[in-house]
């Protein structure tokens, strides 16, 4: 089976299921990759749906702060 066939094989299914609508799409919570501003160490956040910043303590410093 060529690349070719594999892909239209995979779009023509994936159409099916999106017509049968046994495929739902969610909408969840995301999670945000953020650098401190203070010391630099990455921190791994969680936001609700919707939320434009999240306040949160940097897990090395303790410094509190505002995503962008």
């Given at each position: 089976?060529?690349?070719?066939?594999?892909?239209?094989?995979?779009?023509?299914?994936t159409?099916?299921?999106?017509?049968?609508?046994?495929?739902?799409?969610?909408?969840?919570?995301?999670?945000?990759?953020?650098?401190?501003?203070?010391?630099?160490?990455?921190?791994?956040?969680?936001?609700?749906?919707?939320?434009?910043r999240?306040?949160?303590?940097c897990?090395?410093?303790?410094?509190?702060?505002?995503?962008?």
């Open positions: 089976m060529s690349k070719q066939s594999m892909r239209e094989e995979a779009d023509r299914l159409r099916e299921a999106m017509a049968r609508k046994t495929v739902v799409v969610k909408q969840g919570n995301t999670r945000i990759e953020a650098v401190c501003g203070k010391c630099g160490a990455p921190n791994r956040l969680h936001a609700e749906k919707g939320a434009r999240v306040k949160f303590a897990k090395e410093c303790g410094h509190k702060q505002e995503t962008l």
